[in-house]
């Protein structure tokens, strides 16, 4: 068996797929690549047995349809510092060798029997299914990755929680500390439905979306989702369990409210967060008038650090103790020129909001506060 195949295009598409793969495997075959070549395009599938991904390219030439399973590793290296040029695999199925050659050499590497490569049974995906944009999606997962957590005891809090109402898609994520609440107006389903999305399948998303346009779809079981979008598909083992009610930890009642520029709070937070505790990494914040004063303190080394910026305060004089880093990383997931912040007391979760909301969105973040001591 003879194909021929676009350099540049096969390490692009190579790349991508290697990110499904693990250092370690429990099948020495999910090492490898399958190839499948089927009338003239290549199909191309990588796997961790959870997760699937698989895309696909057109061949320059080939001579007949086949199978077979490549190392990652070594097909990586040989080819990514190709410039664009037409490279030939020919397989030589009685010897488990590849021989590739391209303008200035060639080299050959063993290659393993595609019967061997697991393949999930074919899936009912026709329960459920959500299309949304493809800019749209890579956009909300960047926003809300972050606010996942790494819980053993609460599987569910560990991956991105998609819930479809007749009102809204909510795309959600909390690590018991912090919440992200994406409310995204122009999805909807008169059939209410949900998942869990893992962290490494929305992870290979955000690294694989908003490069153009489209649309993604999503489609799920209580099981497992496949998910299309465009150049390929990942088929991932979704978290099981019952995702608890975010929407009752969002305070309704925030007398309290706080306009600043966001980027100048991201600086001042910057130069104050590395004098907090390492532990707690807390940040005092007071709100009183114009002002907002940061404070930060690690008395076992005696560090301190204060810094007041201009804001709009609507409120009584308030001081409330946030974790600096998560502040921090709050703030990045924003594109507004302001922030707002909306406040109870020290005792009740606040809320960040954009000061301009995306167009048919509603972002909503949540940090708890932490114990300050006056």
Do not use: W
């Amino acid at each position: 068996m003879r194909f021929t195949v676009s350099s540049t295009a096969l390490s692009s598409r190579l790349n991508a797929l290697s990110k499904v793969i693990n250092s370690k495997n429990s099948l020495p075959i999910l090492a490898d690549f399958l190839f499948d070549i089927r009338d003239n395009v290549l199909y191309l599938t990588a796997s961790d047995s959870e997760n699937i991904m698989k895309t696909q390219l057109e061949l320059v030439e080939s001579d007949e349809n086949g199978r077979f399973a490549i190392g990652n590793h070594d097909l990586l290296e040989a080819v990514k510092g190709f410039s664009e040029q037409p490279i030939t695999f020919d397989i030589d199925q009685a010897t488990n060798l590849v021989k590739i050659s391209y303008q200035n050499g060639m080299f050959s590497l063993p290659i393993e029997s595609a019967e061997e490569y697991p393949l999930p049974q074919n899936m009912d995906f026709s329960a459920h299914e959500i299309v949304i944009p493809n800019t749209l999606l890579a956009e909300n997962i960047n926003r809300t990755l972050f606010a996942t957590a790494q819980d053993e005891l609460r599987p569910v809090m560990n991956g991105i929680y998609f819930d479809l109402t007749p009102d809204c898609l909510s795309i959600v994520a909390s690590d018991g500390h912090k919440l992200v609440r994406n409310r995204l107006m122009s999805i909807q389903s008169e059939q209410p439905a949900a998942f869990i999305l893992p962290k490494k399948p929305a992870s290979l998303l955000k690294n694989l979306l908003g490069k153009d346009g489209g649309d993604v779809v999503i489609r799920f079981d209580d099981r497992n989702a496949q998910i299309n979008y465009g150049e390929g598909e990942i088929i991932c083992r979704l978290i099981e369990g019952r995702y608890p009610n975010y929407n009752s930890v969002i305070p309704q009642n925030n007398p309290n409210m706080l306009t600043v520029d966001r980027l100048g709070l991201l600086a001042a937070l910057r130069r104050v967060q590395p004098f907090a505790n390492d532990s707690s990494n807390l940040v005092h914040f007071r709100a009183e008038g114009g002002t907002l004063q940061l404070d930060a303190e690690d008395y076992d080394f005696s560090k301190t650090a204060t810094e007041r910026i201009a804001c709009e305060y609507n409120g009584q004089p308030l001081s409330i103790g946030f974790k600096g880093t998560s502040f921090i990383e709050i703030l990045n997931t924003f594109d507004s020129p302001e922030v707002i912040m909306q406040l109870a007391d020290a005792s009740r979760a606040g809320l960040v909001l954009p000061s301009e909301q995306p167009e048919n969105q509603e972002v909503v973040m949540l940090m708890m506060p932490m114990m300050i001591n006056d």
